[in-house]
C-alpha cells in the first residue's frame, strides 16, 4: 500500500473549518484514501473514504484532487470535541490498514 | 450499526500470567478481523490478521506463540497473551471487516498493564 505524509500537528480555532491535508503520490489506481481519528484513548473512528471523486459525509468532505496524489479532510465547523489525530491511509480492498504518525489537530475556543 | 466491542477495557496482571482480550462484531458478521498494539504517544501497529476458521497470519517481529489468536466464529476473535512481562504493557484494538466491505471498523481499546 502507498505511504502518506501528513503535518505532525494543526490548530484551528472552534466554529471554523478544519483543512487538513494528505499527500499520497504513490497511490496506485485500485487503491482508496481512507481517513479516520483517534480521540485519546479510544480506538480509531471511521470518518469517510473515497477512490476519485470528492465525498461528503454527516462527519466530514474529503477533496481528493484529479491526479489523486493528495487529499484534504474538511471539517466544515470545528468544535472542541474534534480534538484527536487523524491519519490518513492509502489501502486496496479489505487488505490491512497501516498506520502513519498521523496529524494531531487541536481545536482551540 | 458497525459496532465492533472489547472486552476488557482495561486489566491488569502479574508477570507471568496469561491474560485474554475478546474482540467482537456486536452487528455484522466478520470474516476478517485485526489486532493493533499502540504505546504511549505512538501510533497504531498492526499485529496480526485473523480469518474466520483459519490461522492467523502474523506480522513481522510478533511472536505467535506469545500472542495466540483465535477467530473461532464470524463475530468473535480472542487474543491471548501468554506469560506477560511488563513490556507488553500496551492499549491493543482490534478492527473487523464487513464480509466484502471496505472499511474497518475498530473496537474501543483494552488498556493492559503488567506488574
Known amino acids: ?109 | 450499526g458497525a459496532v465492533v466491542s472489547q472486552h476488557p477495557s482495561w486489566v491488569i496482571c502479574k508477570s507471568g500470567t496469561s491474560v485474554k482480550i475478546e474482540c467482537r462484531s456486536l452487528d455484522f458478521q466478520a470474516t476478517t478481523m485485526f489486532w493493533y498494539r499502540q504505546f504511549p504517544k505512538q501510533s497504531l501497529m498492526l499485529m496480526a490478521t485473523s480469518n474466520e476458521g483459519s490461522k492467523a497470519t502474523y506480522e513481522q517481529g510478533v511472536e505467535k506463540d506469545k500472542f495466540l489468536i483465535n477467530h473461532a466464529s464470524l463475530t468473535l476473535s480472542t487474543l491471548t497473551v501468554t506469560s506477560a512481562h511488563p513490556e507488553d504493557s500496551s492499549f491493543y484494538i482490534c478492527s473487523a471487516t464487513l464480509a466484502g466491505g471496505e472499511t474497518q471498523y475498530f473496537g474501543p481499546g483494552t488498556r493492559l498493564l503488567v506488574l
Open chain 1, 1 to 109: 500500500d502507498a505511504k502518506t505524509t501528513q503535518p505532525p500537528s494543526m490548530d484551528c480555532a472552534e466554529g471554523r473549518a478544519a483543512n487538513l491535508p494528505c499527500n499520497h503520490s504513490t497511490i496506485s489506481g485500485n487503491e482508496y484514501v481512507y481517513w479516520y481519528r483517534q480521540i485519546h484513548s479510544q480506538g480509531p473512528q471511521y470518518i469517510i473514504h473515497g477512490l476519485k471523486n470528492n465525498e461528503t459525509n454527516e462527519m466530514a468532505s474529503l477533496i481528493i484532487t484529479e491526479d489523486r496524489k493528495s487529499s484534504t479532510l474538511i471539517l466544515p465547523h470545528a468544535t472542541l470535541r474534534d480534538t484527536a489525530v487523524y491519519y490518513c491511509i492509502v489501502r486496496v480492498g479489505d487488505n490491512d490498514m497501516r498506520f502513519g504518525a498521523g496529524t494531531r489537530l487541536t481545536v482551540k475556543p
